[in-house]
C-alpha cells in the first residue's frame, strides 16, 4: 500500500451503527463510499422482528447519549422523528424480591421502529444488502474484495473499514495484518438468546421493563412500552454468561429453559406464542476500549460498539472517529 496515495474510494463492511456512522463522515469529506452488508437492511443488533400479526424490538432494547457529539446526533434524529425517550416503569428483581430500579438514566429508542436510525443514516449513501465479504486482496496499491454472493467486486478500494463484530473481523484479518488480528481476536464476545413472547393470559403488570438478576434472563420489556408501539408483545434476553454456555442450543431447548425461568418469575405462560433469535455476537468489548483501530500503513480500518465500550452511543463514536482519523491521514496528499 502506498500511503501517501490520495484516499478517493473506501468500501465499509457492515451496516449497522458504527459503519454508517463512519460511512456518512467519510463521504462527507468527499470520498465516494460503498457500504456492503450481509443482511436484507441497515442496523445491526438496533434490529425489530415484524410478523404478520405483531412486531417486537429483538435487538438494542433502547440506547442512551452521554458525548456532547452523541446527544447532538440523537436531537437530529429525535427532530426526524426516528428516535424519542422512553420512560419505562423499572423494576429489578434479584434473591426472589421485585422492587422500584432507582436508575435515573434517559433512555431512547428508534421510533417506530428500532431500525429507524439505522434507515435514516443510510439516505444518500450507497448501501449494497446480502453481501458478504469472504477476503480482500491487494491489487497496485488498492484492495479487490470478494464476495460470496457475486465474486469480485469490480471496483477497487484505497481504503477498507471493518464495521463488523469482533470474531468476524478476525475472520477477514488473519492473512492481512497481525496488529489488526491481535486486537480482534482478543475481544470476548457473547451471545444472547432472545425470546418474543405474546402471553394471553398473563395479568398486567407493574412495570414496563424489569433487570433480573442472578437468573438465565438478565431482561424483560414490555414492547408496547415503548413510544409508536402497539401490542403485548414481550421480549425476554438471556443473560450473556447463560447464553454464550448455550449458544449452541436448539431453539425449542433454549425456549424451554427460559419458559421455566419466566415461570418462576411468576408470569403466566400457558398458551404463550414464541419466537426465538440467537445473537451469536450480542455484546462484549476489549477490556481496554481503543474507541477504532485505524492503520494508515495498510489503509484499513476497525470500528464497532466492541472497540468503544459495548453500547449504541459507542458504536457511533467509534465510527466517527475512524472517519476523521482517515480523512486527517490522506488530506495532506490531497
Known amino acids: 500500500m502506498n500511503p501517501k496515495r490520495a484516499i478517493k474510494k473506501v468500501a465499509v463492511i457492515g451496516a449497522g451503527i458504527a459503519g454508517l456512522s463512519c460511512a456518512r463522515e467519510l463521504q462527507s469529506f468527499g470520498m465516494l463510499v460503498d457500504v456492503f452488508e450481509k443482511s436484507r437492511g441497515p442496523s445491526g443488533r438496533m434490529s425489530t422482528r415484524r410478523m404478520q400479526d405483531w412486531s417486537a424490538d429483538h435487538g438494542a432494547q433502547y440506547f442512551t447519549a452521554r458525548d456532547p457529539r452523541f446527544i447532538k446526533e440523537v436531537q437530529r434524529w429525535r427532530q426526524a422523528g426516528i428516535a424519542d425517550i422512553w420512560t419505562p416503569k423499572l423494576k429489578v428483581y434479584e434473591s426472589n424480591v421485585w422492587c422500584d430500579s432507582s436508575s435515573q438514566e434517559t433512555r431512547y429508542v428508534g421510533t417506530p421502529n428500532m431500525n429507524s436510525p439505522g434507515k435514516y443514516l443510510t439516505e444518500d449513501l450507497s448501501v449494497k444488502y446480502e453481501r458478504t465479504i469472504t477476503g480482500l486482496e491487494s491489487r497496485d496499491g488498492q484492495w479487490a474484495i470478494h464476495c460470496s454472493e457475486s465474486g469480485v467486486v469490480a471496483t477497487l478500494y484505497d481504503c477498507v473499514v471493518f464495521a463488523i463484530p469482533a470474531p468476524?473481523?478476525?475472520?477477514?484479518?488473519?492473512n492481512l495484518d497481525a496488529r489488526a488480528s491481535s486486537i480482534s481476536d482478543s475481544a470476548q464476545m457473547k451471545a444472547c438468546w432472545t425470546m418474543m413472547a405474546h402471553l394471553p393470559n398473563q395479568l398486567a403488570t407493574d412495570f414496563d421493563a424489569a433487570f433480573i438478576n442472578q437468573e438465565i434472563i438478565n431482561w424483560i420489556c414490555q414492547n408496547g412500552s415503548?413510544?409508536?408501539?402497539?401490542?403485548?408483545m414481550w421480549t425476554i434476553n438471556g443473560s450473556p454468561a447463560?447464553?454464550?454456555?448455550?449458544?449452541?442450543?436448539?431453539k425449542e431447548d433454549a425456549q424451554d429453559?427460559?419458559?421455566?425461568?419466566?415461570?418462576?418469575?411468576?408470569?403466566?405462560?400457558q398458551?404463550?406464542?414464541i419466537s426465538m433469535h440467537r445473537w451469536r455476537y450480542a455484546s462484549g468489548s476489549l477490556e481496554n476500549s481503543i474507541d477504532f483501530l485505524s492503520l494508515p500503513d495498510i489503509r484499513l480500518g476497525l470500528?464497532?460498539?466492541?472497540?468503544?465500550?459495548?453500547?449504541?452511543?459507542?458504536?457511533w463514536l467509534s465510527g466517527l472517529g475512524l472517519a476523521v482519523d482517515i480523512h486527517q491521514s490522506t488530506k495532506q496528499y490531497l
Open 168 to 174: 468476524q473481523a478476525s475472520a477477514l484479518l488473519k
Open 226 to 232: 415503548k413510544p409508536m408501539r402497539q401490542g403485548t
Open 242 to 250: 447463560w447464553s454464550q454456555e448455550n449458544v449452541e442450543l436448539s
Open 257 to 269: 429453559q427460559m419458559m421455566e425461568c419466566l415461570t418462576r418469575l411468576g408470569f403466566n405462560c
Open 271 to 273: 398458551d404463550a406464542e
Open 303 to 315: 470500528c464497532g460498539d466492541w472497540l468503544n465500550g459495548g453500547r449504541v452511543e459507542g458504536a
